[in-house]
């Protein structure tokens, strides 16, 4: 006799956590892709990033957020009204906390309202594993998470025990993307990104978050490679200079080796033309944060 098949399981899944916990680095070892940007810094993701994981049994559908701040911008506004909105779609949470910290972060939390939560202690590679028991305790104190799991999404440690619990607790359901298809933005949505990721990765302080990336022009060439037109936003004149860098050695820098990166992500070699701009105050003018997809 044939056994019935296992039903198809599908759902939502928003990570939510402090910035720099390390939701980006697990979305890209879930998916086993880089989709995501990973910096050192904390608050290098600004939008909802969606990346699918389809298996013959499952499809979770990972949400990508940025770090829960408290908005100083405008910008900052869009990127919590991106967490809450990836909260509203998601079935279940996969709340991310870092090894290393000693008291729940009260500030993400607040953000949950409700939602099937699970909690991930992520890092745990930088800890002994004992020391991370007093703040799993305390956060499951807070009767809000139904299993803890300590990983590390660097090394991928934990990550598949993870991933049965998060399967675990999906709905039946229908495969709402096709199975080759990893996200629902475009590929200028990636390559800005990409660009944007060593804009963080080259410039100091508070540079990089004065900037925004955005493709202008993409353009396949049949006997050539693509060419791609990006600008660099920045938020005041004096950061022009320092984007370009002394005889344009920094852009040239950033320039090269978002290329790679994109080269690697597209499959295919590119031709790369950055530019610089500047749009004074953007981050709080609600006209170019629009024309900026936020
Ligand atoms: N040691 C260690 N480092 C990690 C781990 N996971 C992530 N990181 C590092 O932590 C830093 C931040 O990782 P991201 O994935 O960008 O963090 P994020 O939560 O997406 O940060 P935002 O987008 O700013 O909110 C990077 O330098 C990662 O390499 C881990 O398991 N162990
Ligand atoms: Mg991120």
Redesign the pocket.
């Known amino acids: 006799m044939e056994t019935p098949d296992k039903q198809f399981k599908s759902g939502y899944v928003a990570?939510v956590?402090?910035?720099?916990?390390?939701?980006?680095?697990?979305?890209?070892?879930l998916v086993g892709r880089k989709l995501?940007?990973?910096?050192?810094?904390?608050?290098?993701?600004?939008h909802r990033v969606l990346a699918i994981l389809t298996s013959e049994d499952y499809q979770v559908i990972l949400l990508?957020?940025?770090?829960?701040i408290k908005p100083r911008y405008r910008l900052h506004e869009s990127m919590m009204q991106n967490v809450d909105s990836a909260v509203a779609d998601a079935d279940l949470v996969l709340f991310?906390a870092e090894?290393s910290s000693t008291e729940p972060d009260s500030l993400s939390l607040e953000r949950l309202r409700g939602t099937r939560s699970i909690l991930a202690i992520?890092?745990?590679?930088?800890v002994r594993r004992e020391d991370a028991l007093p703040l799993a305790e305390k956060y499951m104190g807070l009767d809000i998470f139904e299993t803890v799991v300590p990983?590390?999404?660097?090394?991928g440690?934990q990550v598949d025990v993870l991933l049965e619990e998060i399967v675990s607790r999906l709905a039946p359901g229908p495969q709402f993307y096709p199975s080759d298809v990893l996200s629902e933005h475009p590929e200028r949505f990636f390559i800005a990104e990409l660009v944007r990721e060593q804009v963080f990765k080259q410039l100091r302080e508070e540079l990089p978050y004065s900037t925004q990336v955005n493709v202008i022009n993409l353009e396949p060439r049949p006997d050539g490679k693509d060419l791609i037109d990006a600008e660099i936003v920045v938020d005041r004149d004096s950061q022009k200079g320092i984007v370009i860098g002394k005889g344009g050695q920094q852009l040239k820098k950033i320039g090269s080796r978002a290329r790679v990166q994109i080269e690697e992500f597209l499959g295919r070699e590119v031709f790369l033309r950055l530019h610089v701009k500047v749009r004074q105050g953007w981050r709080d003018s609600p006209g170019h944060l629009k024309s900026f997809g936020f």
């Open positions: 990570i956590g402090k910035p720099n916990v390390g939701k980006s680095t697990l979305i890209n070892a995501s940007i990973v910096t050192r810094r904390p608050q290098t993701t600004r990508d957020t940025p770090g829960v991310m090894a992520n890092k745990i590679d930088l990983i590390s999404a660097k090394s440690y």
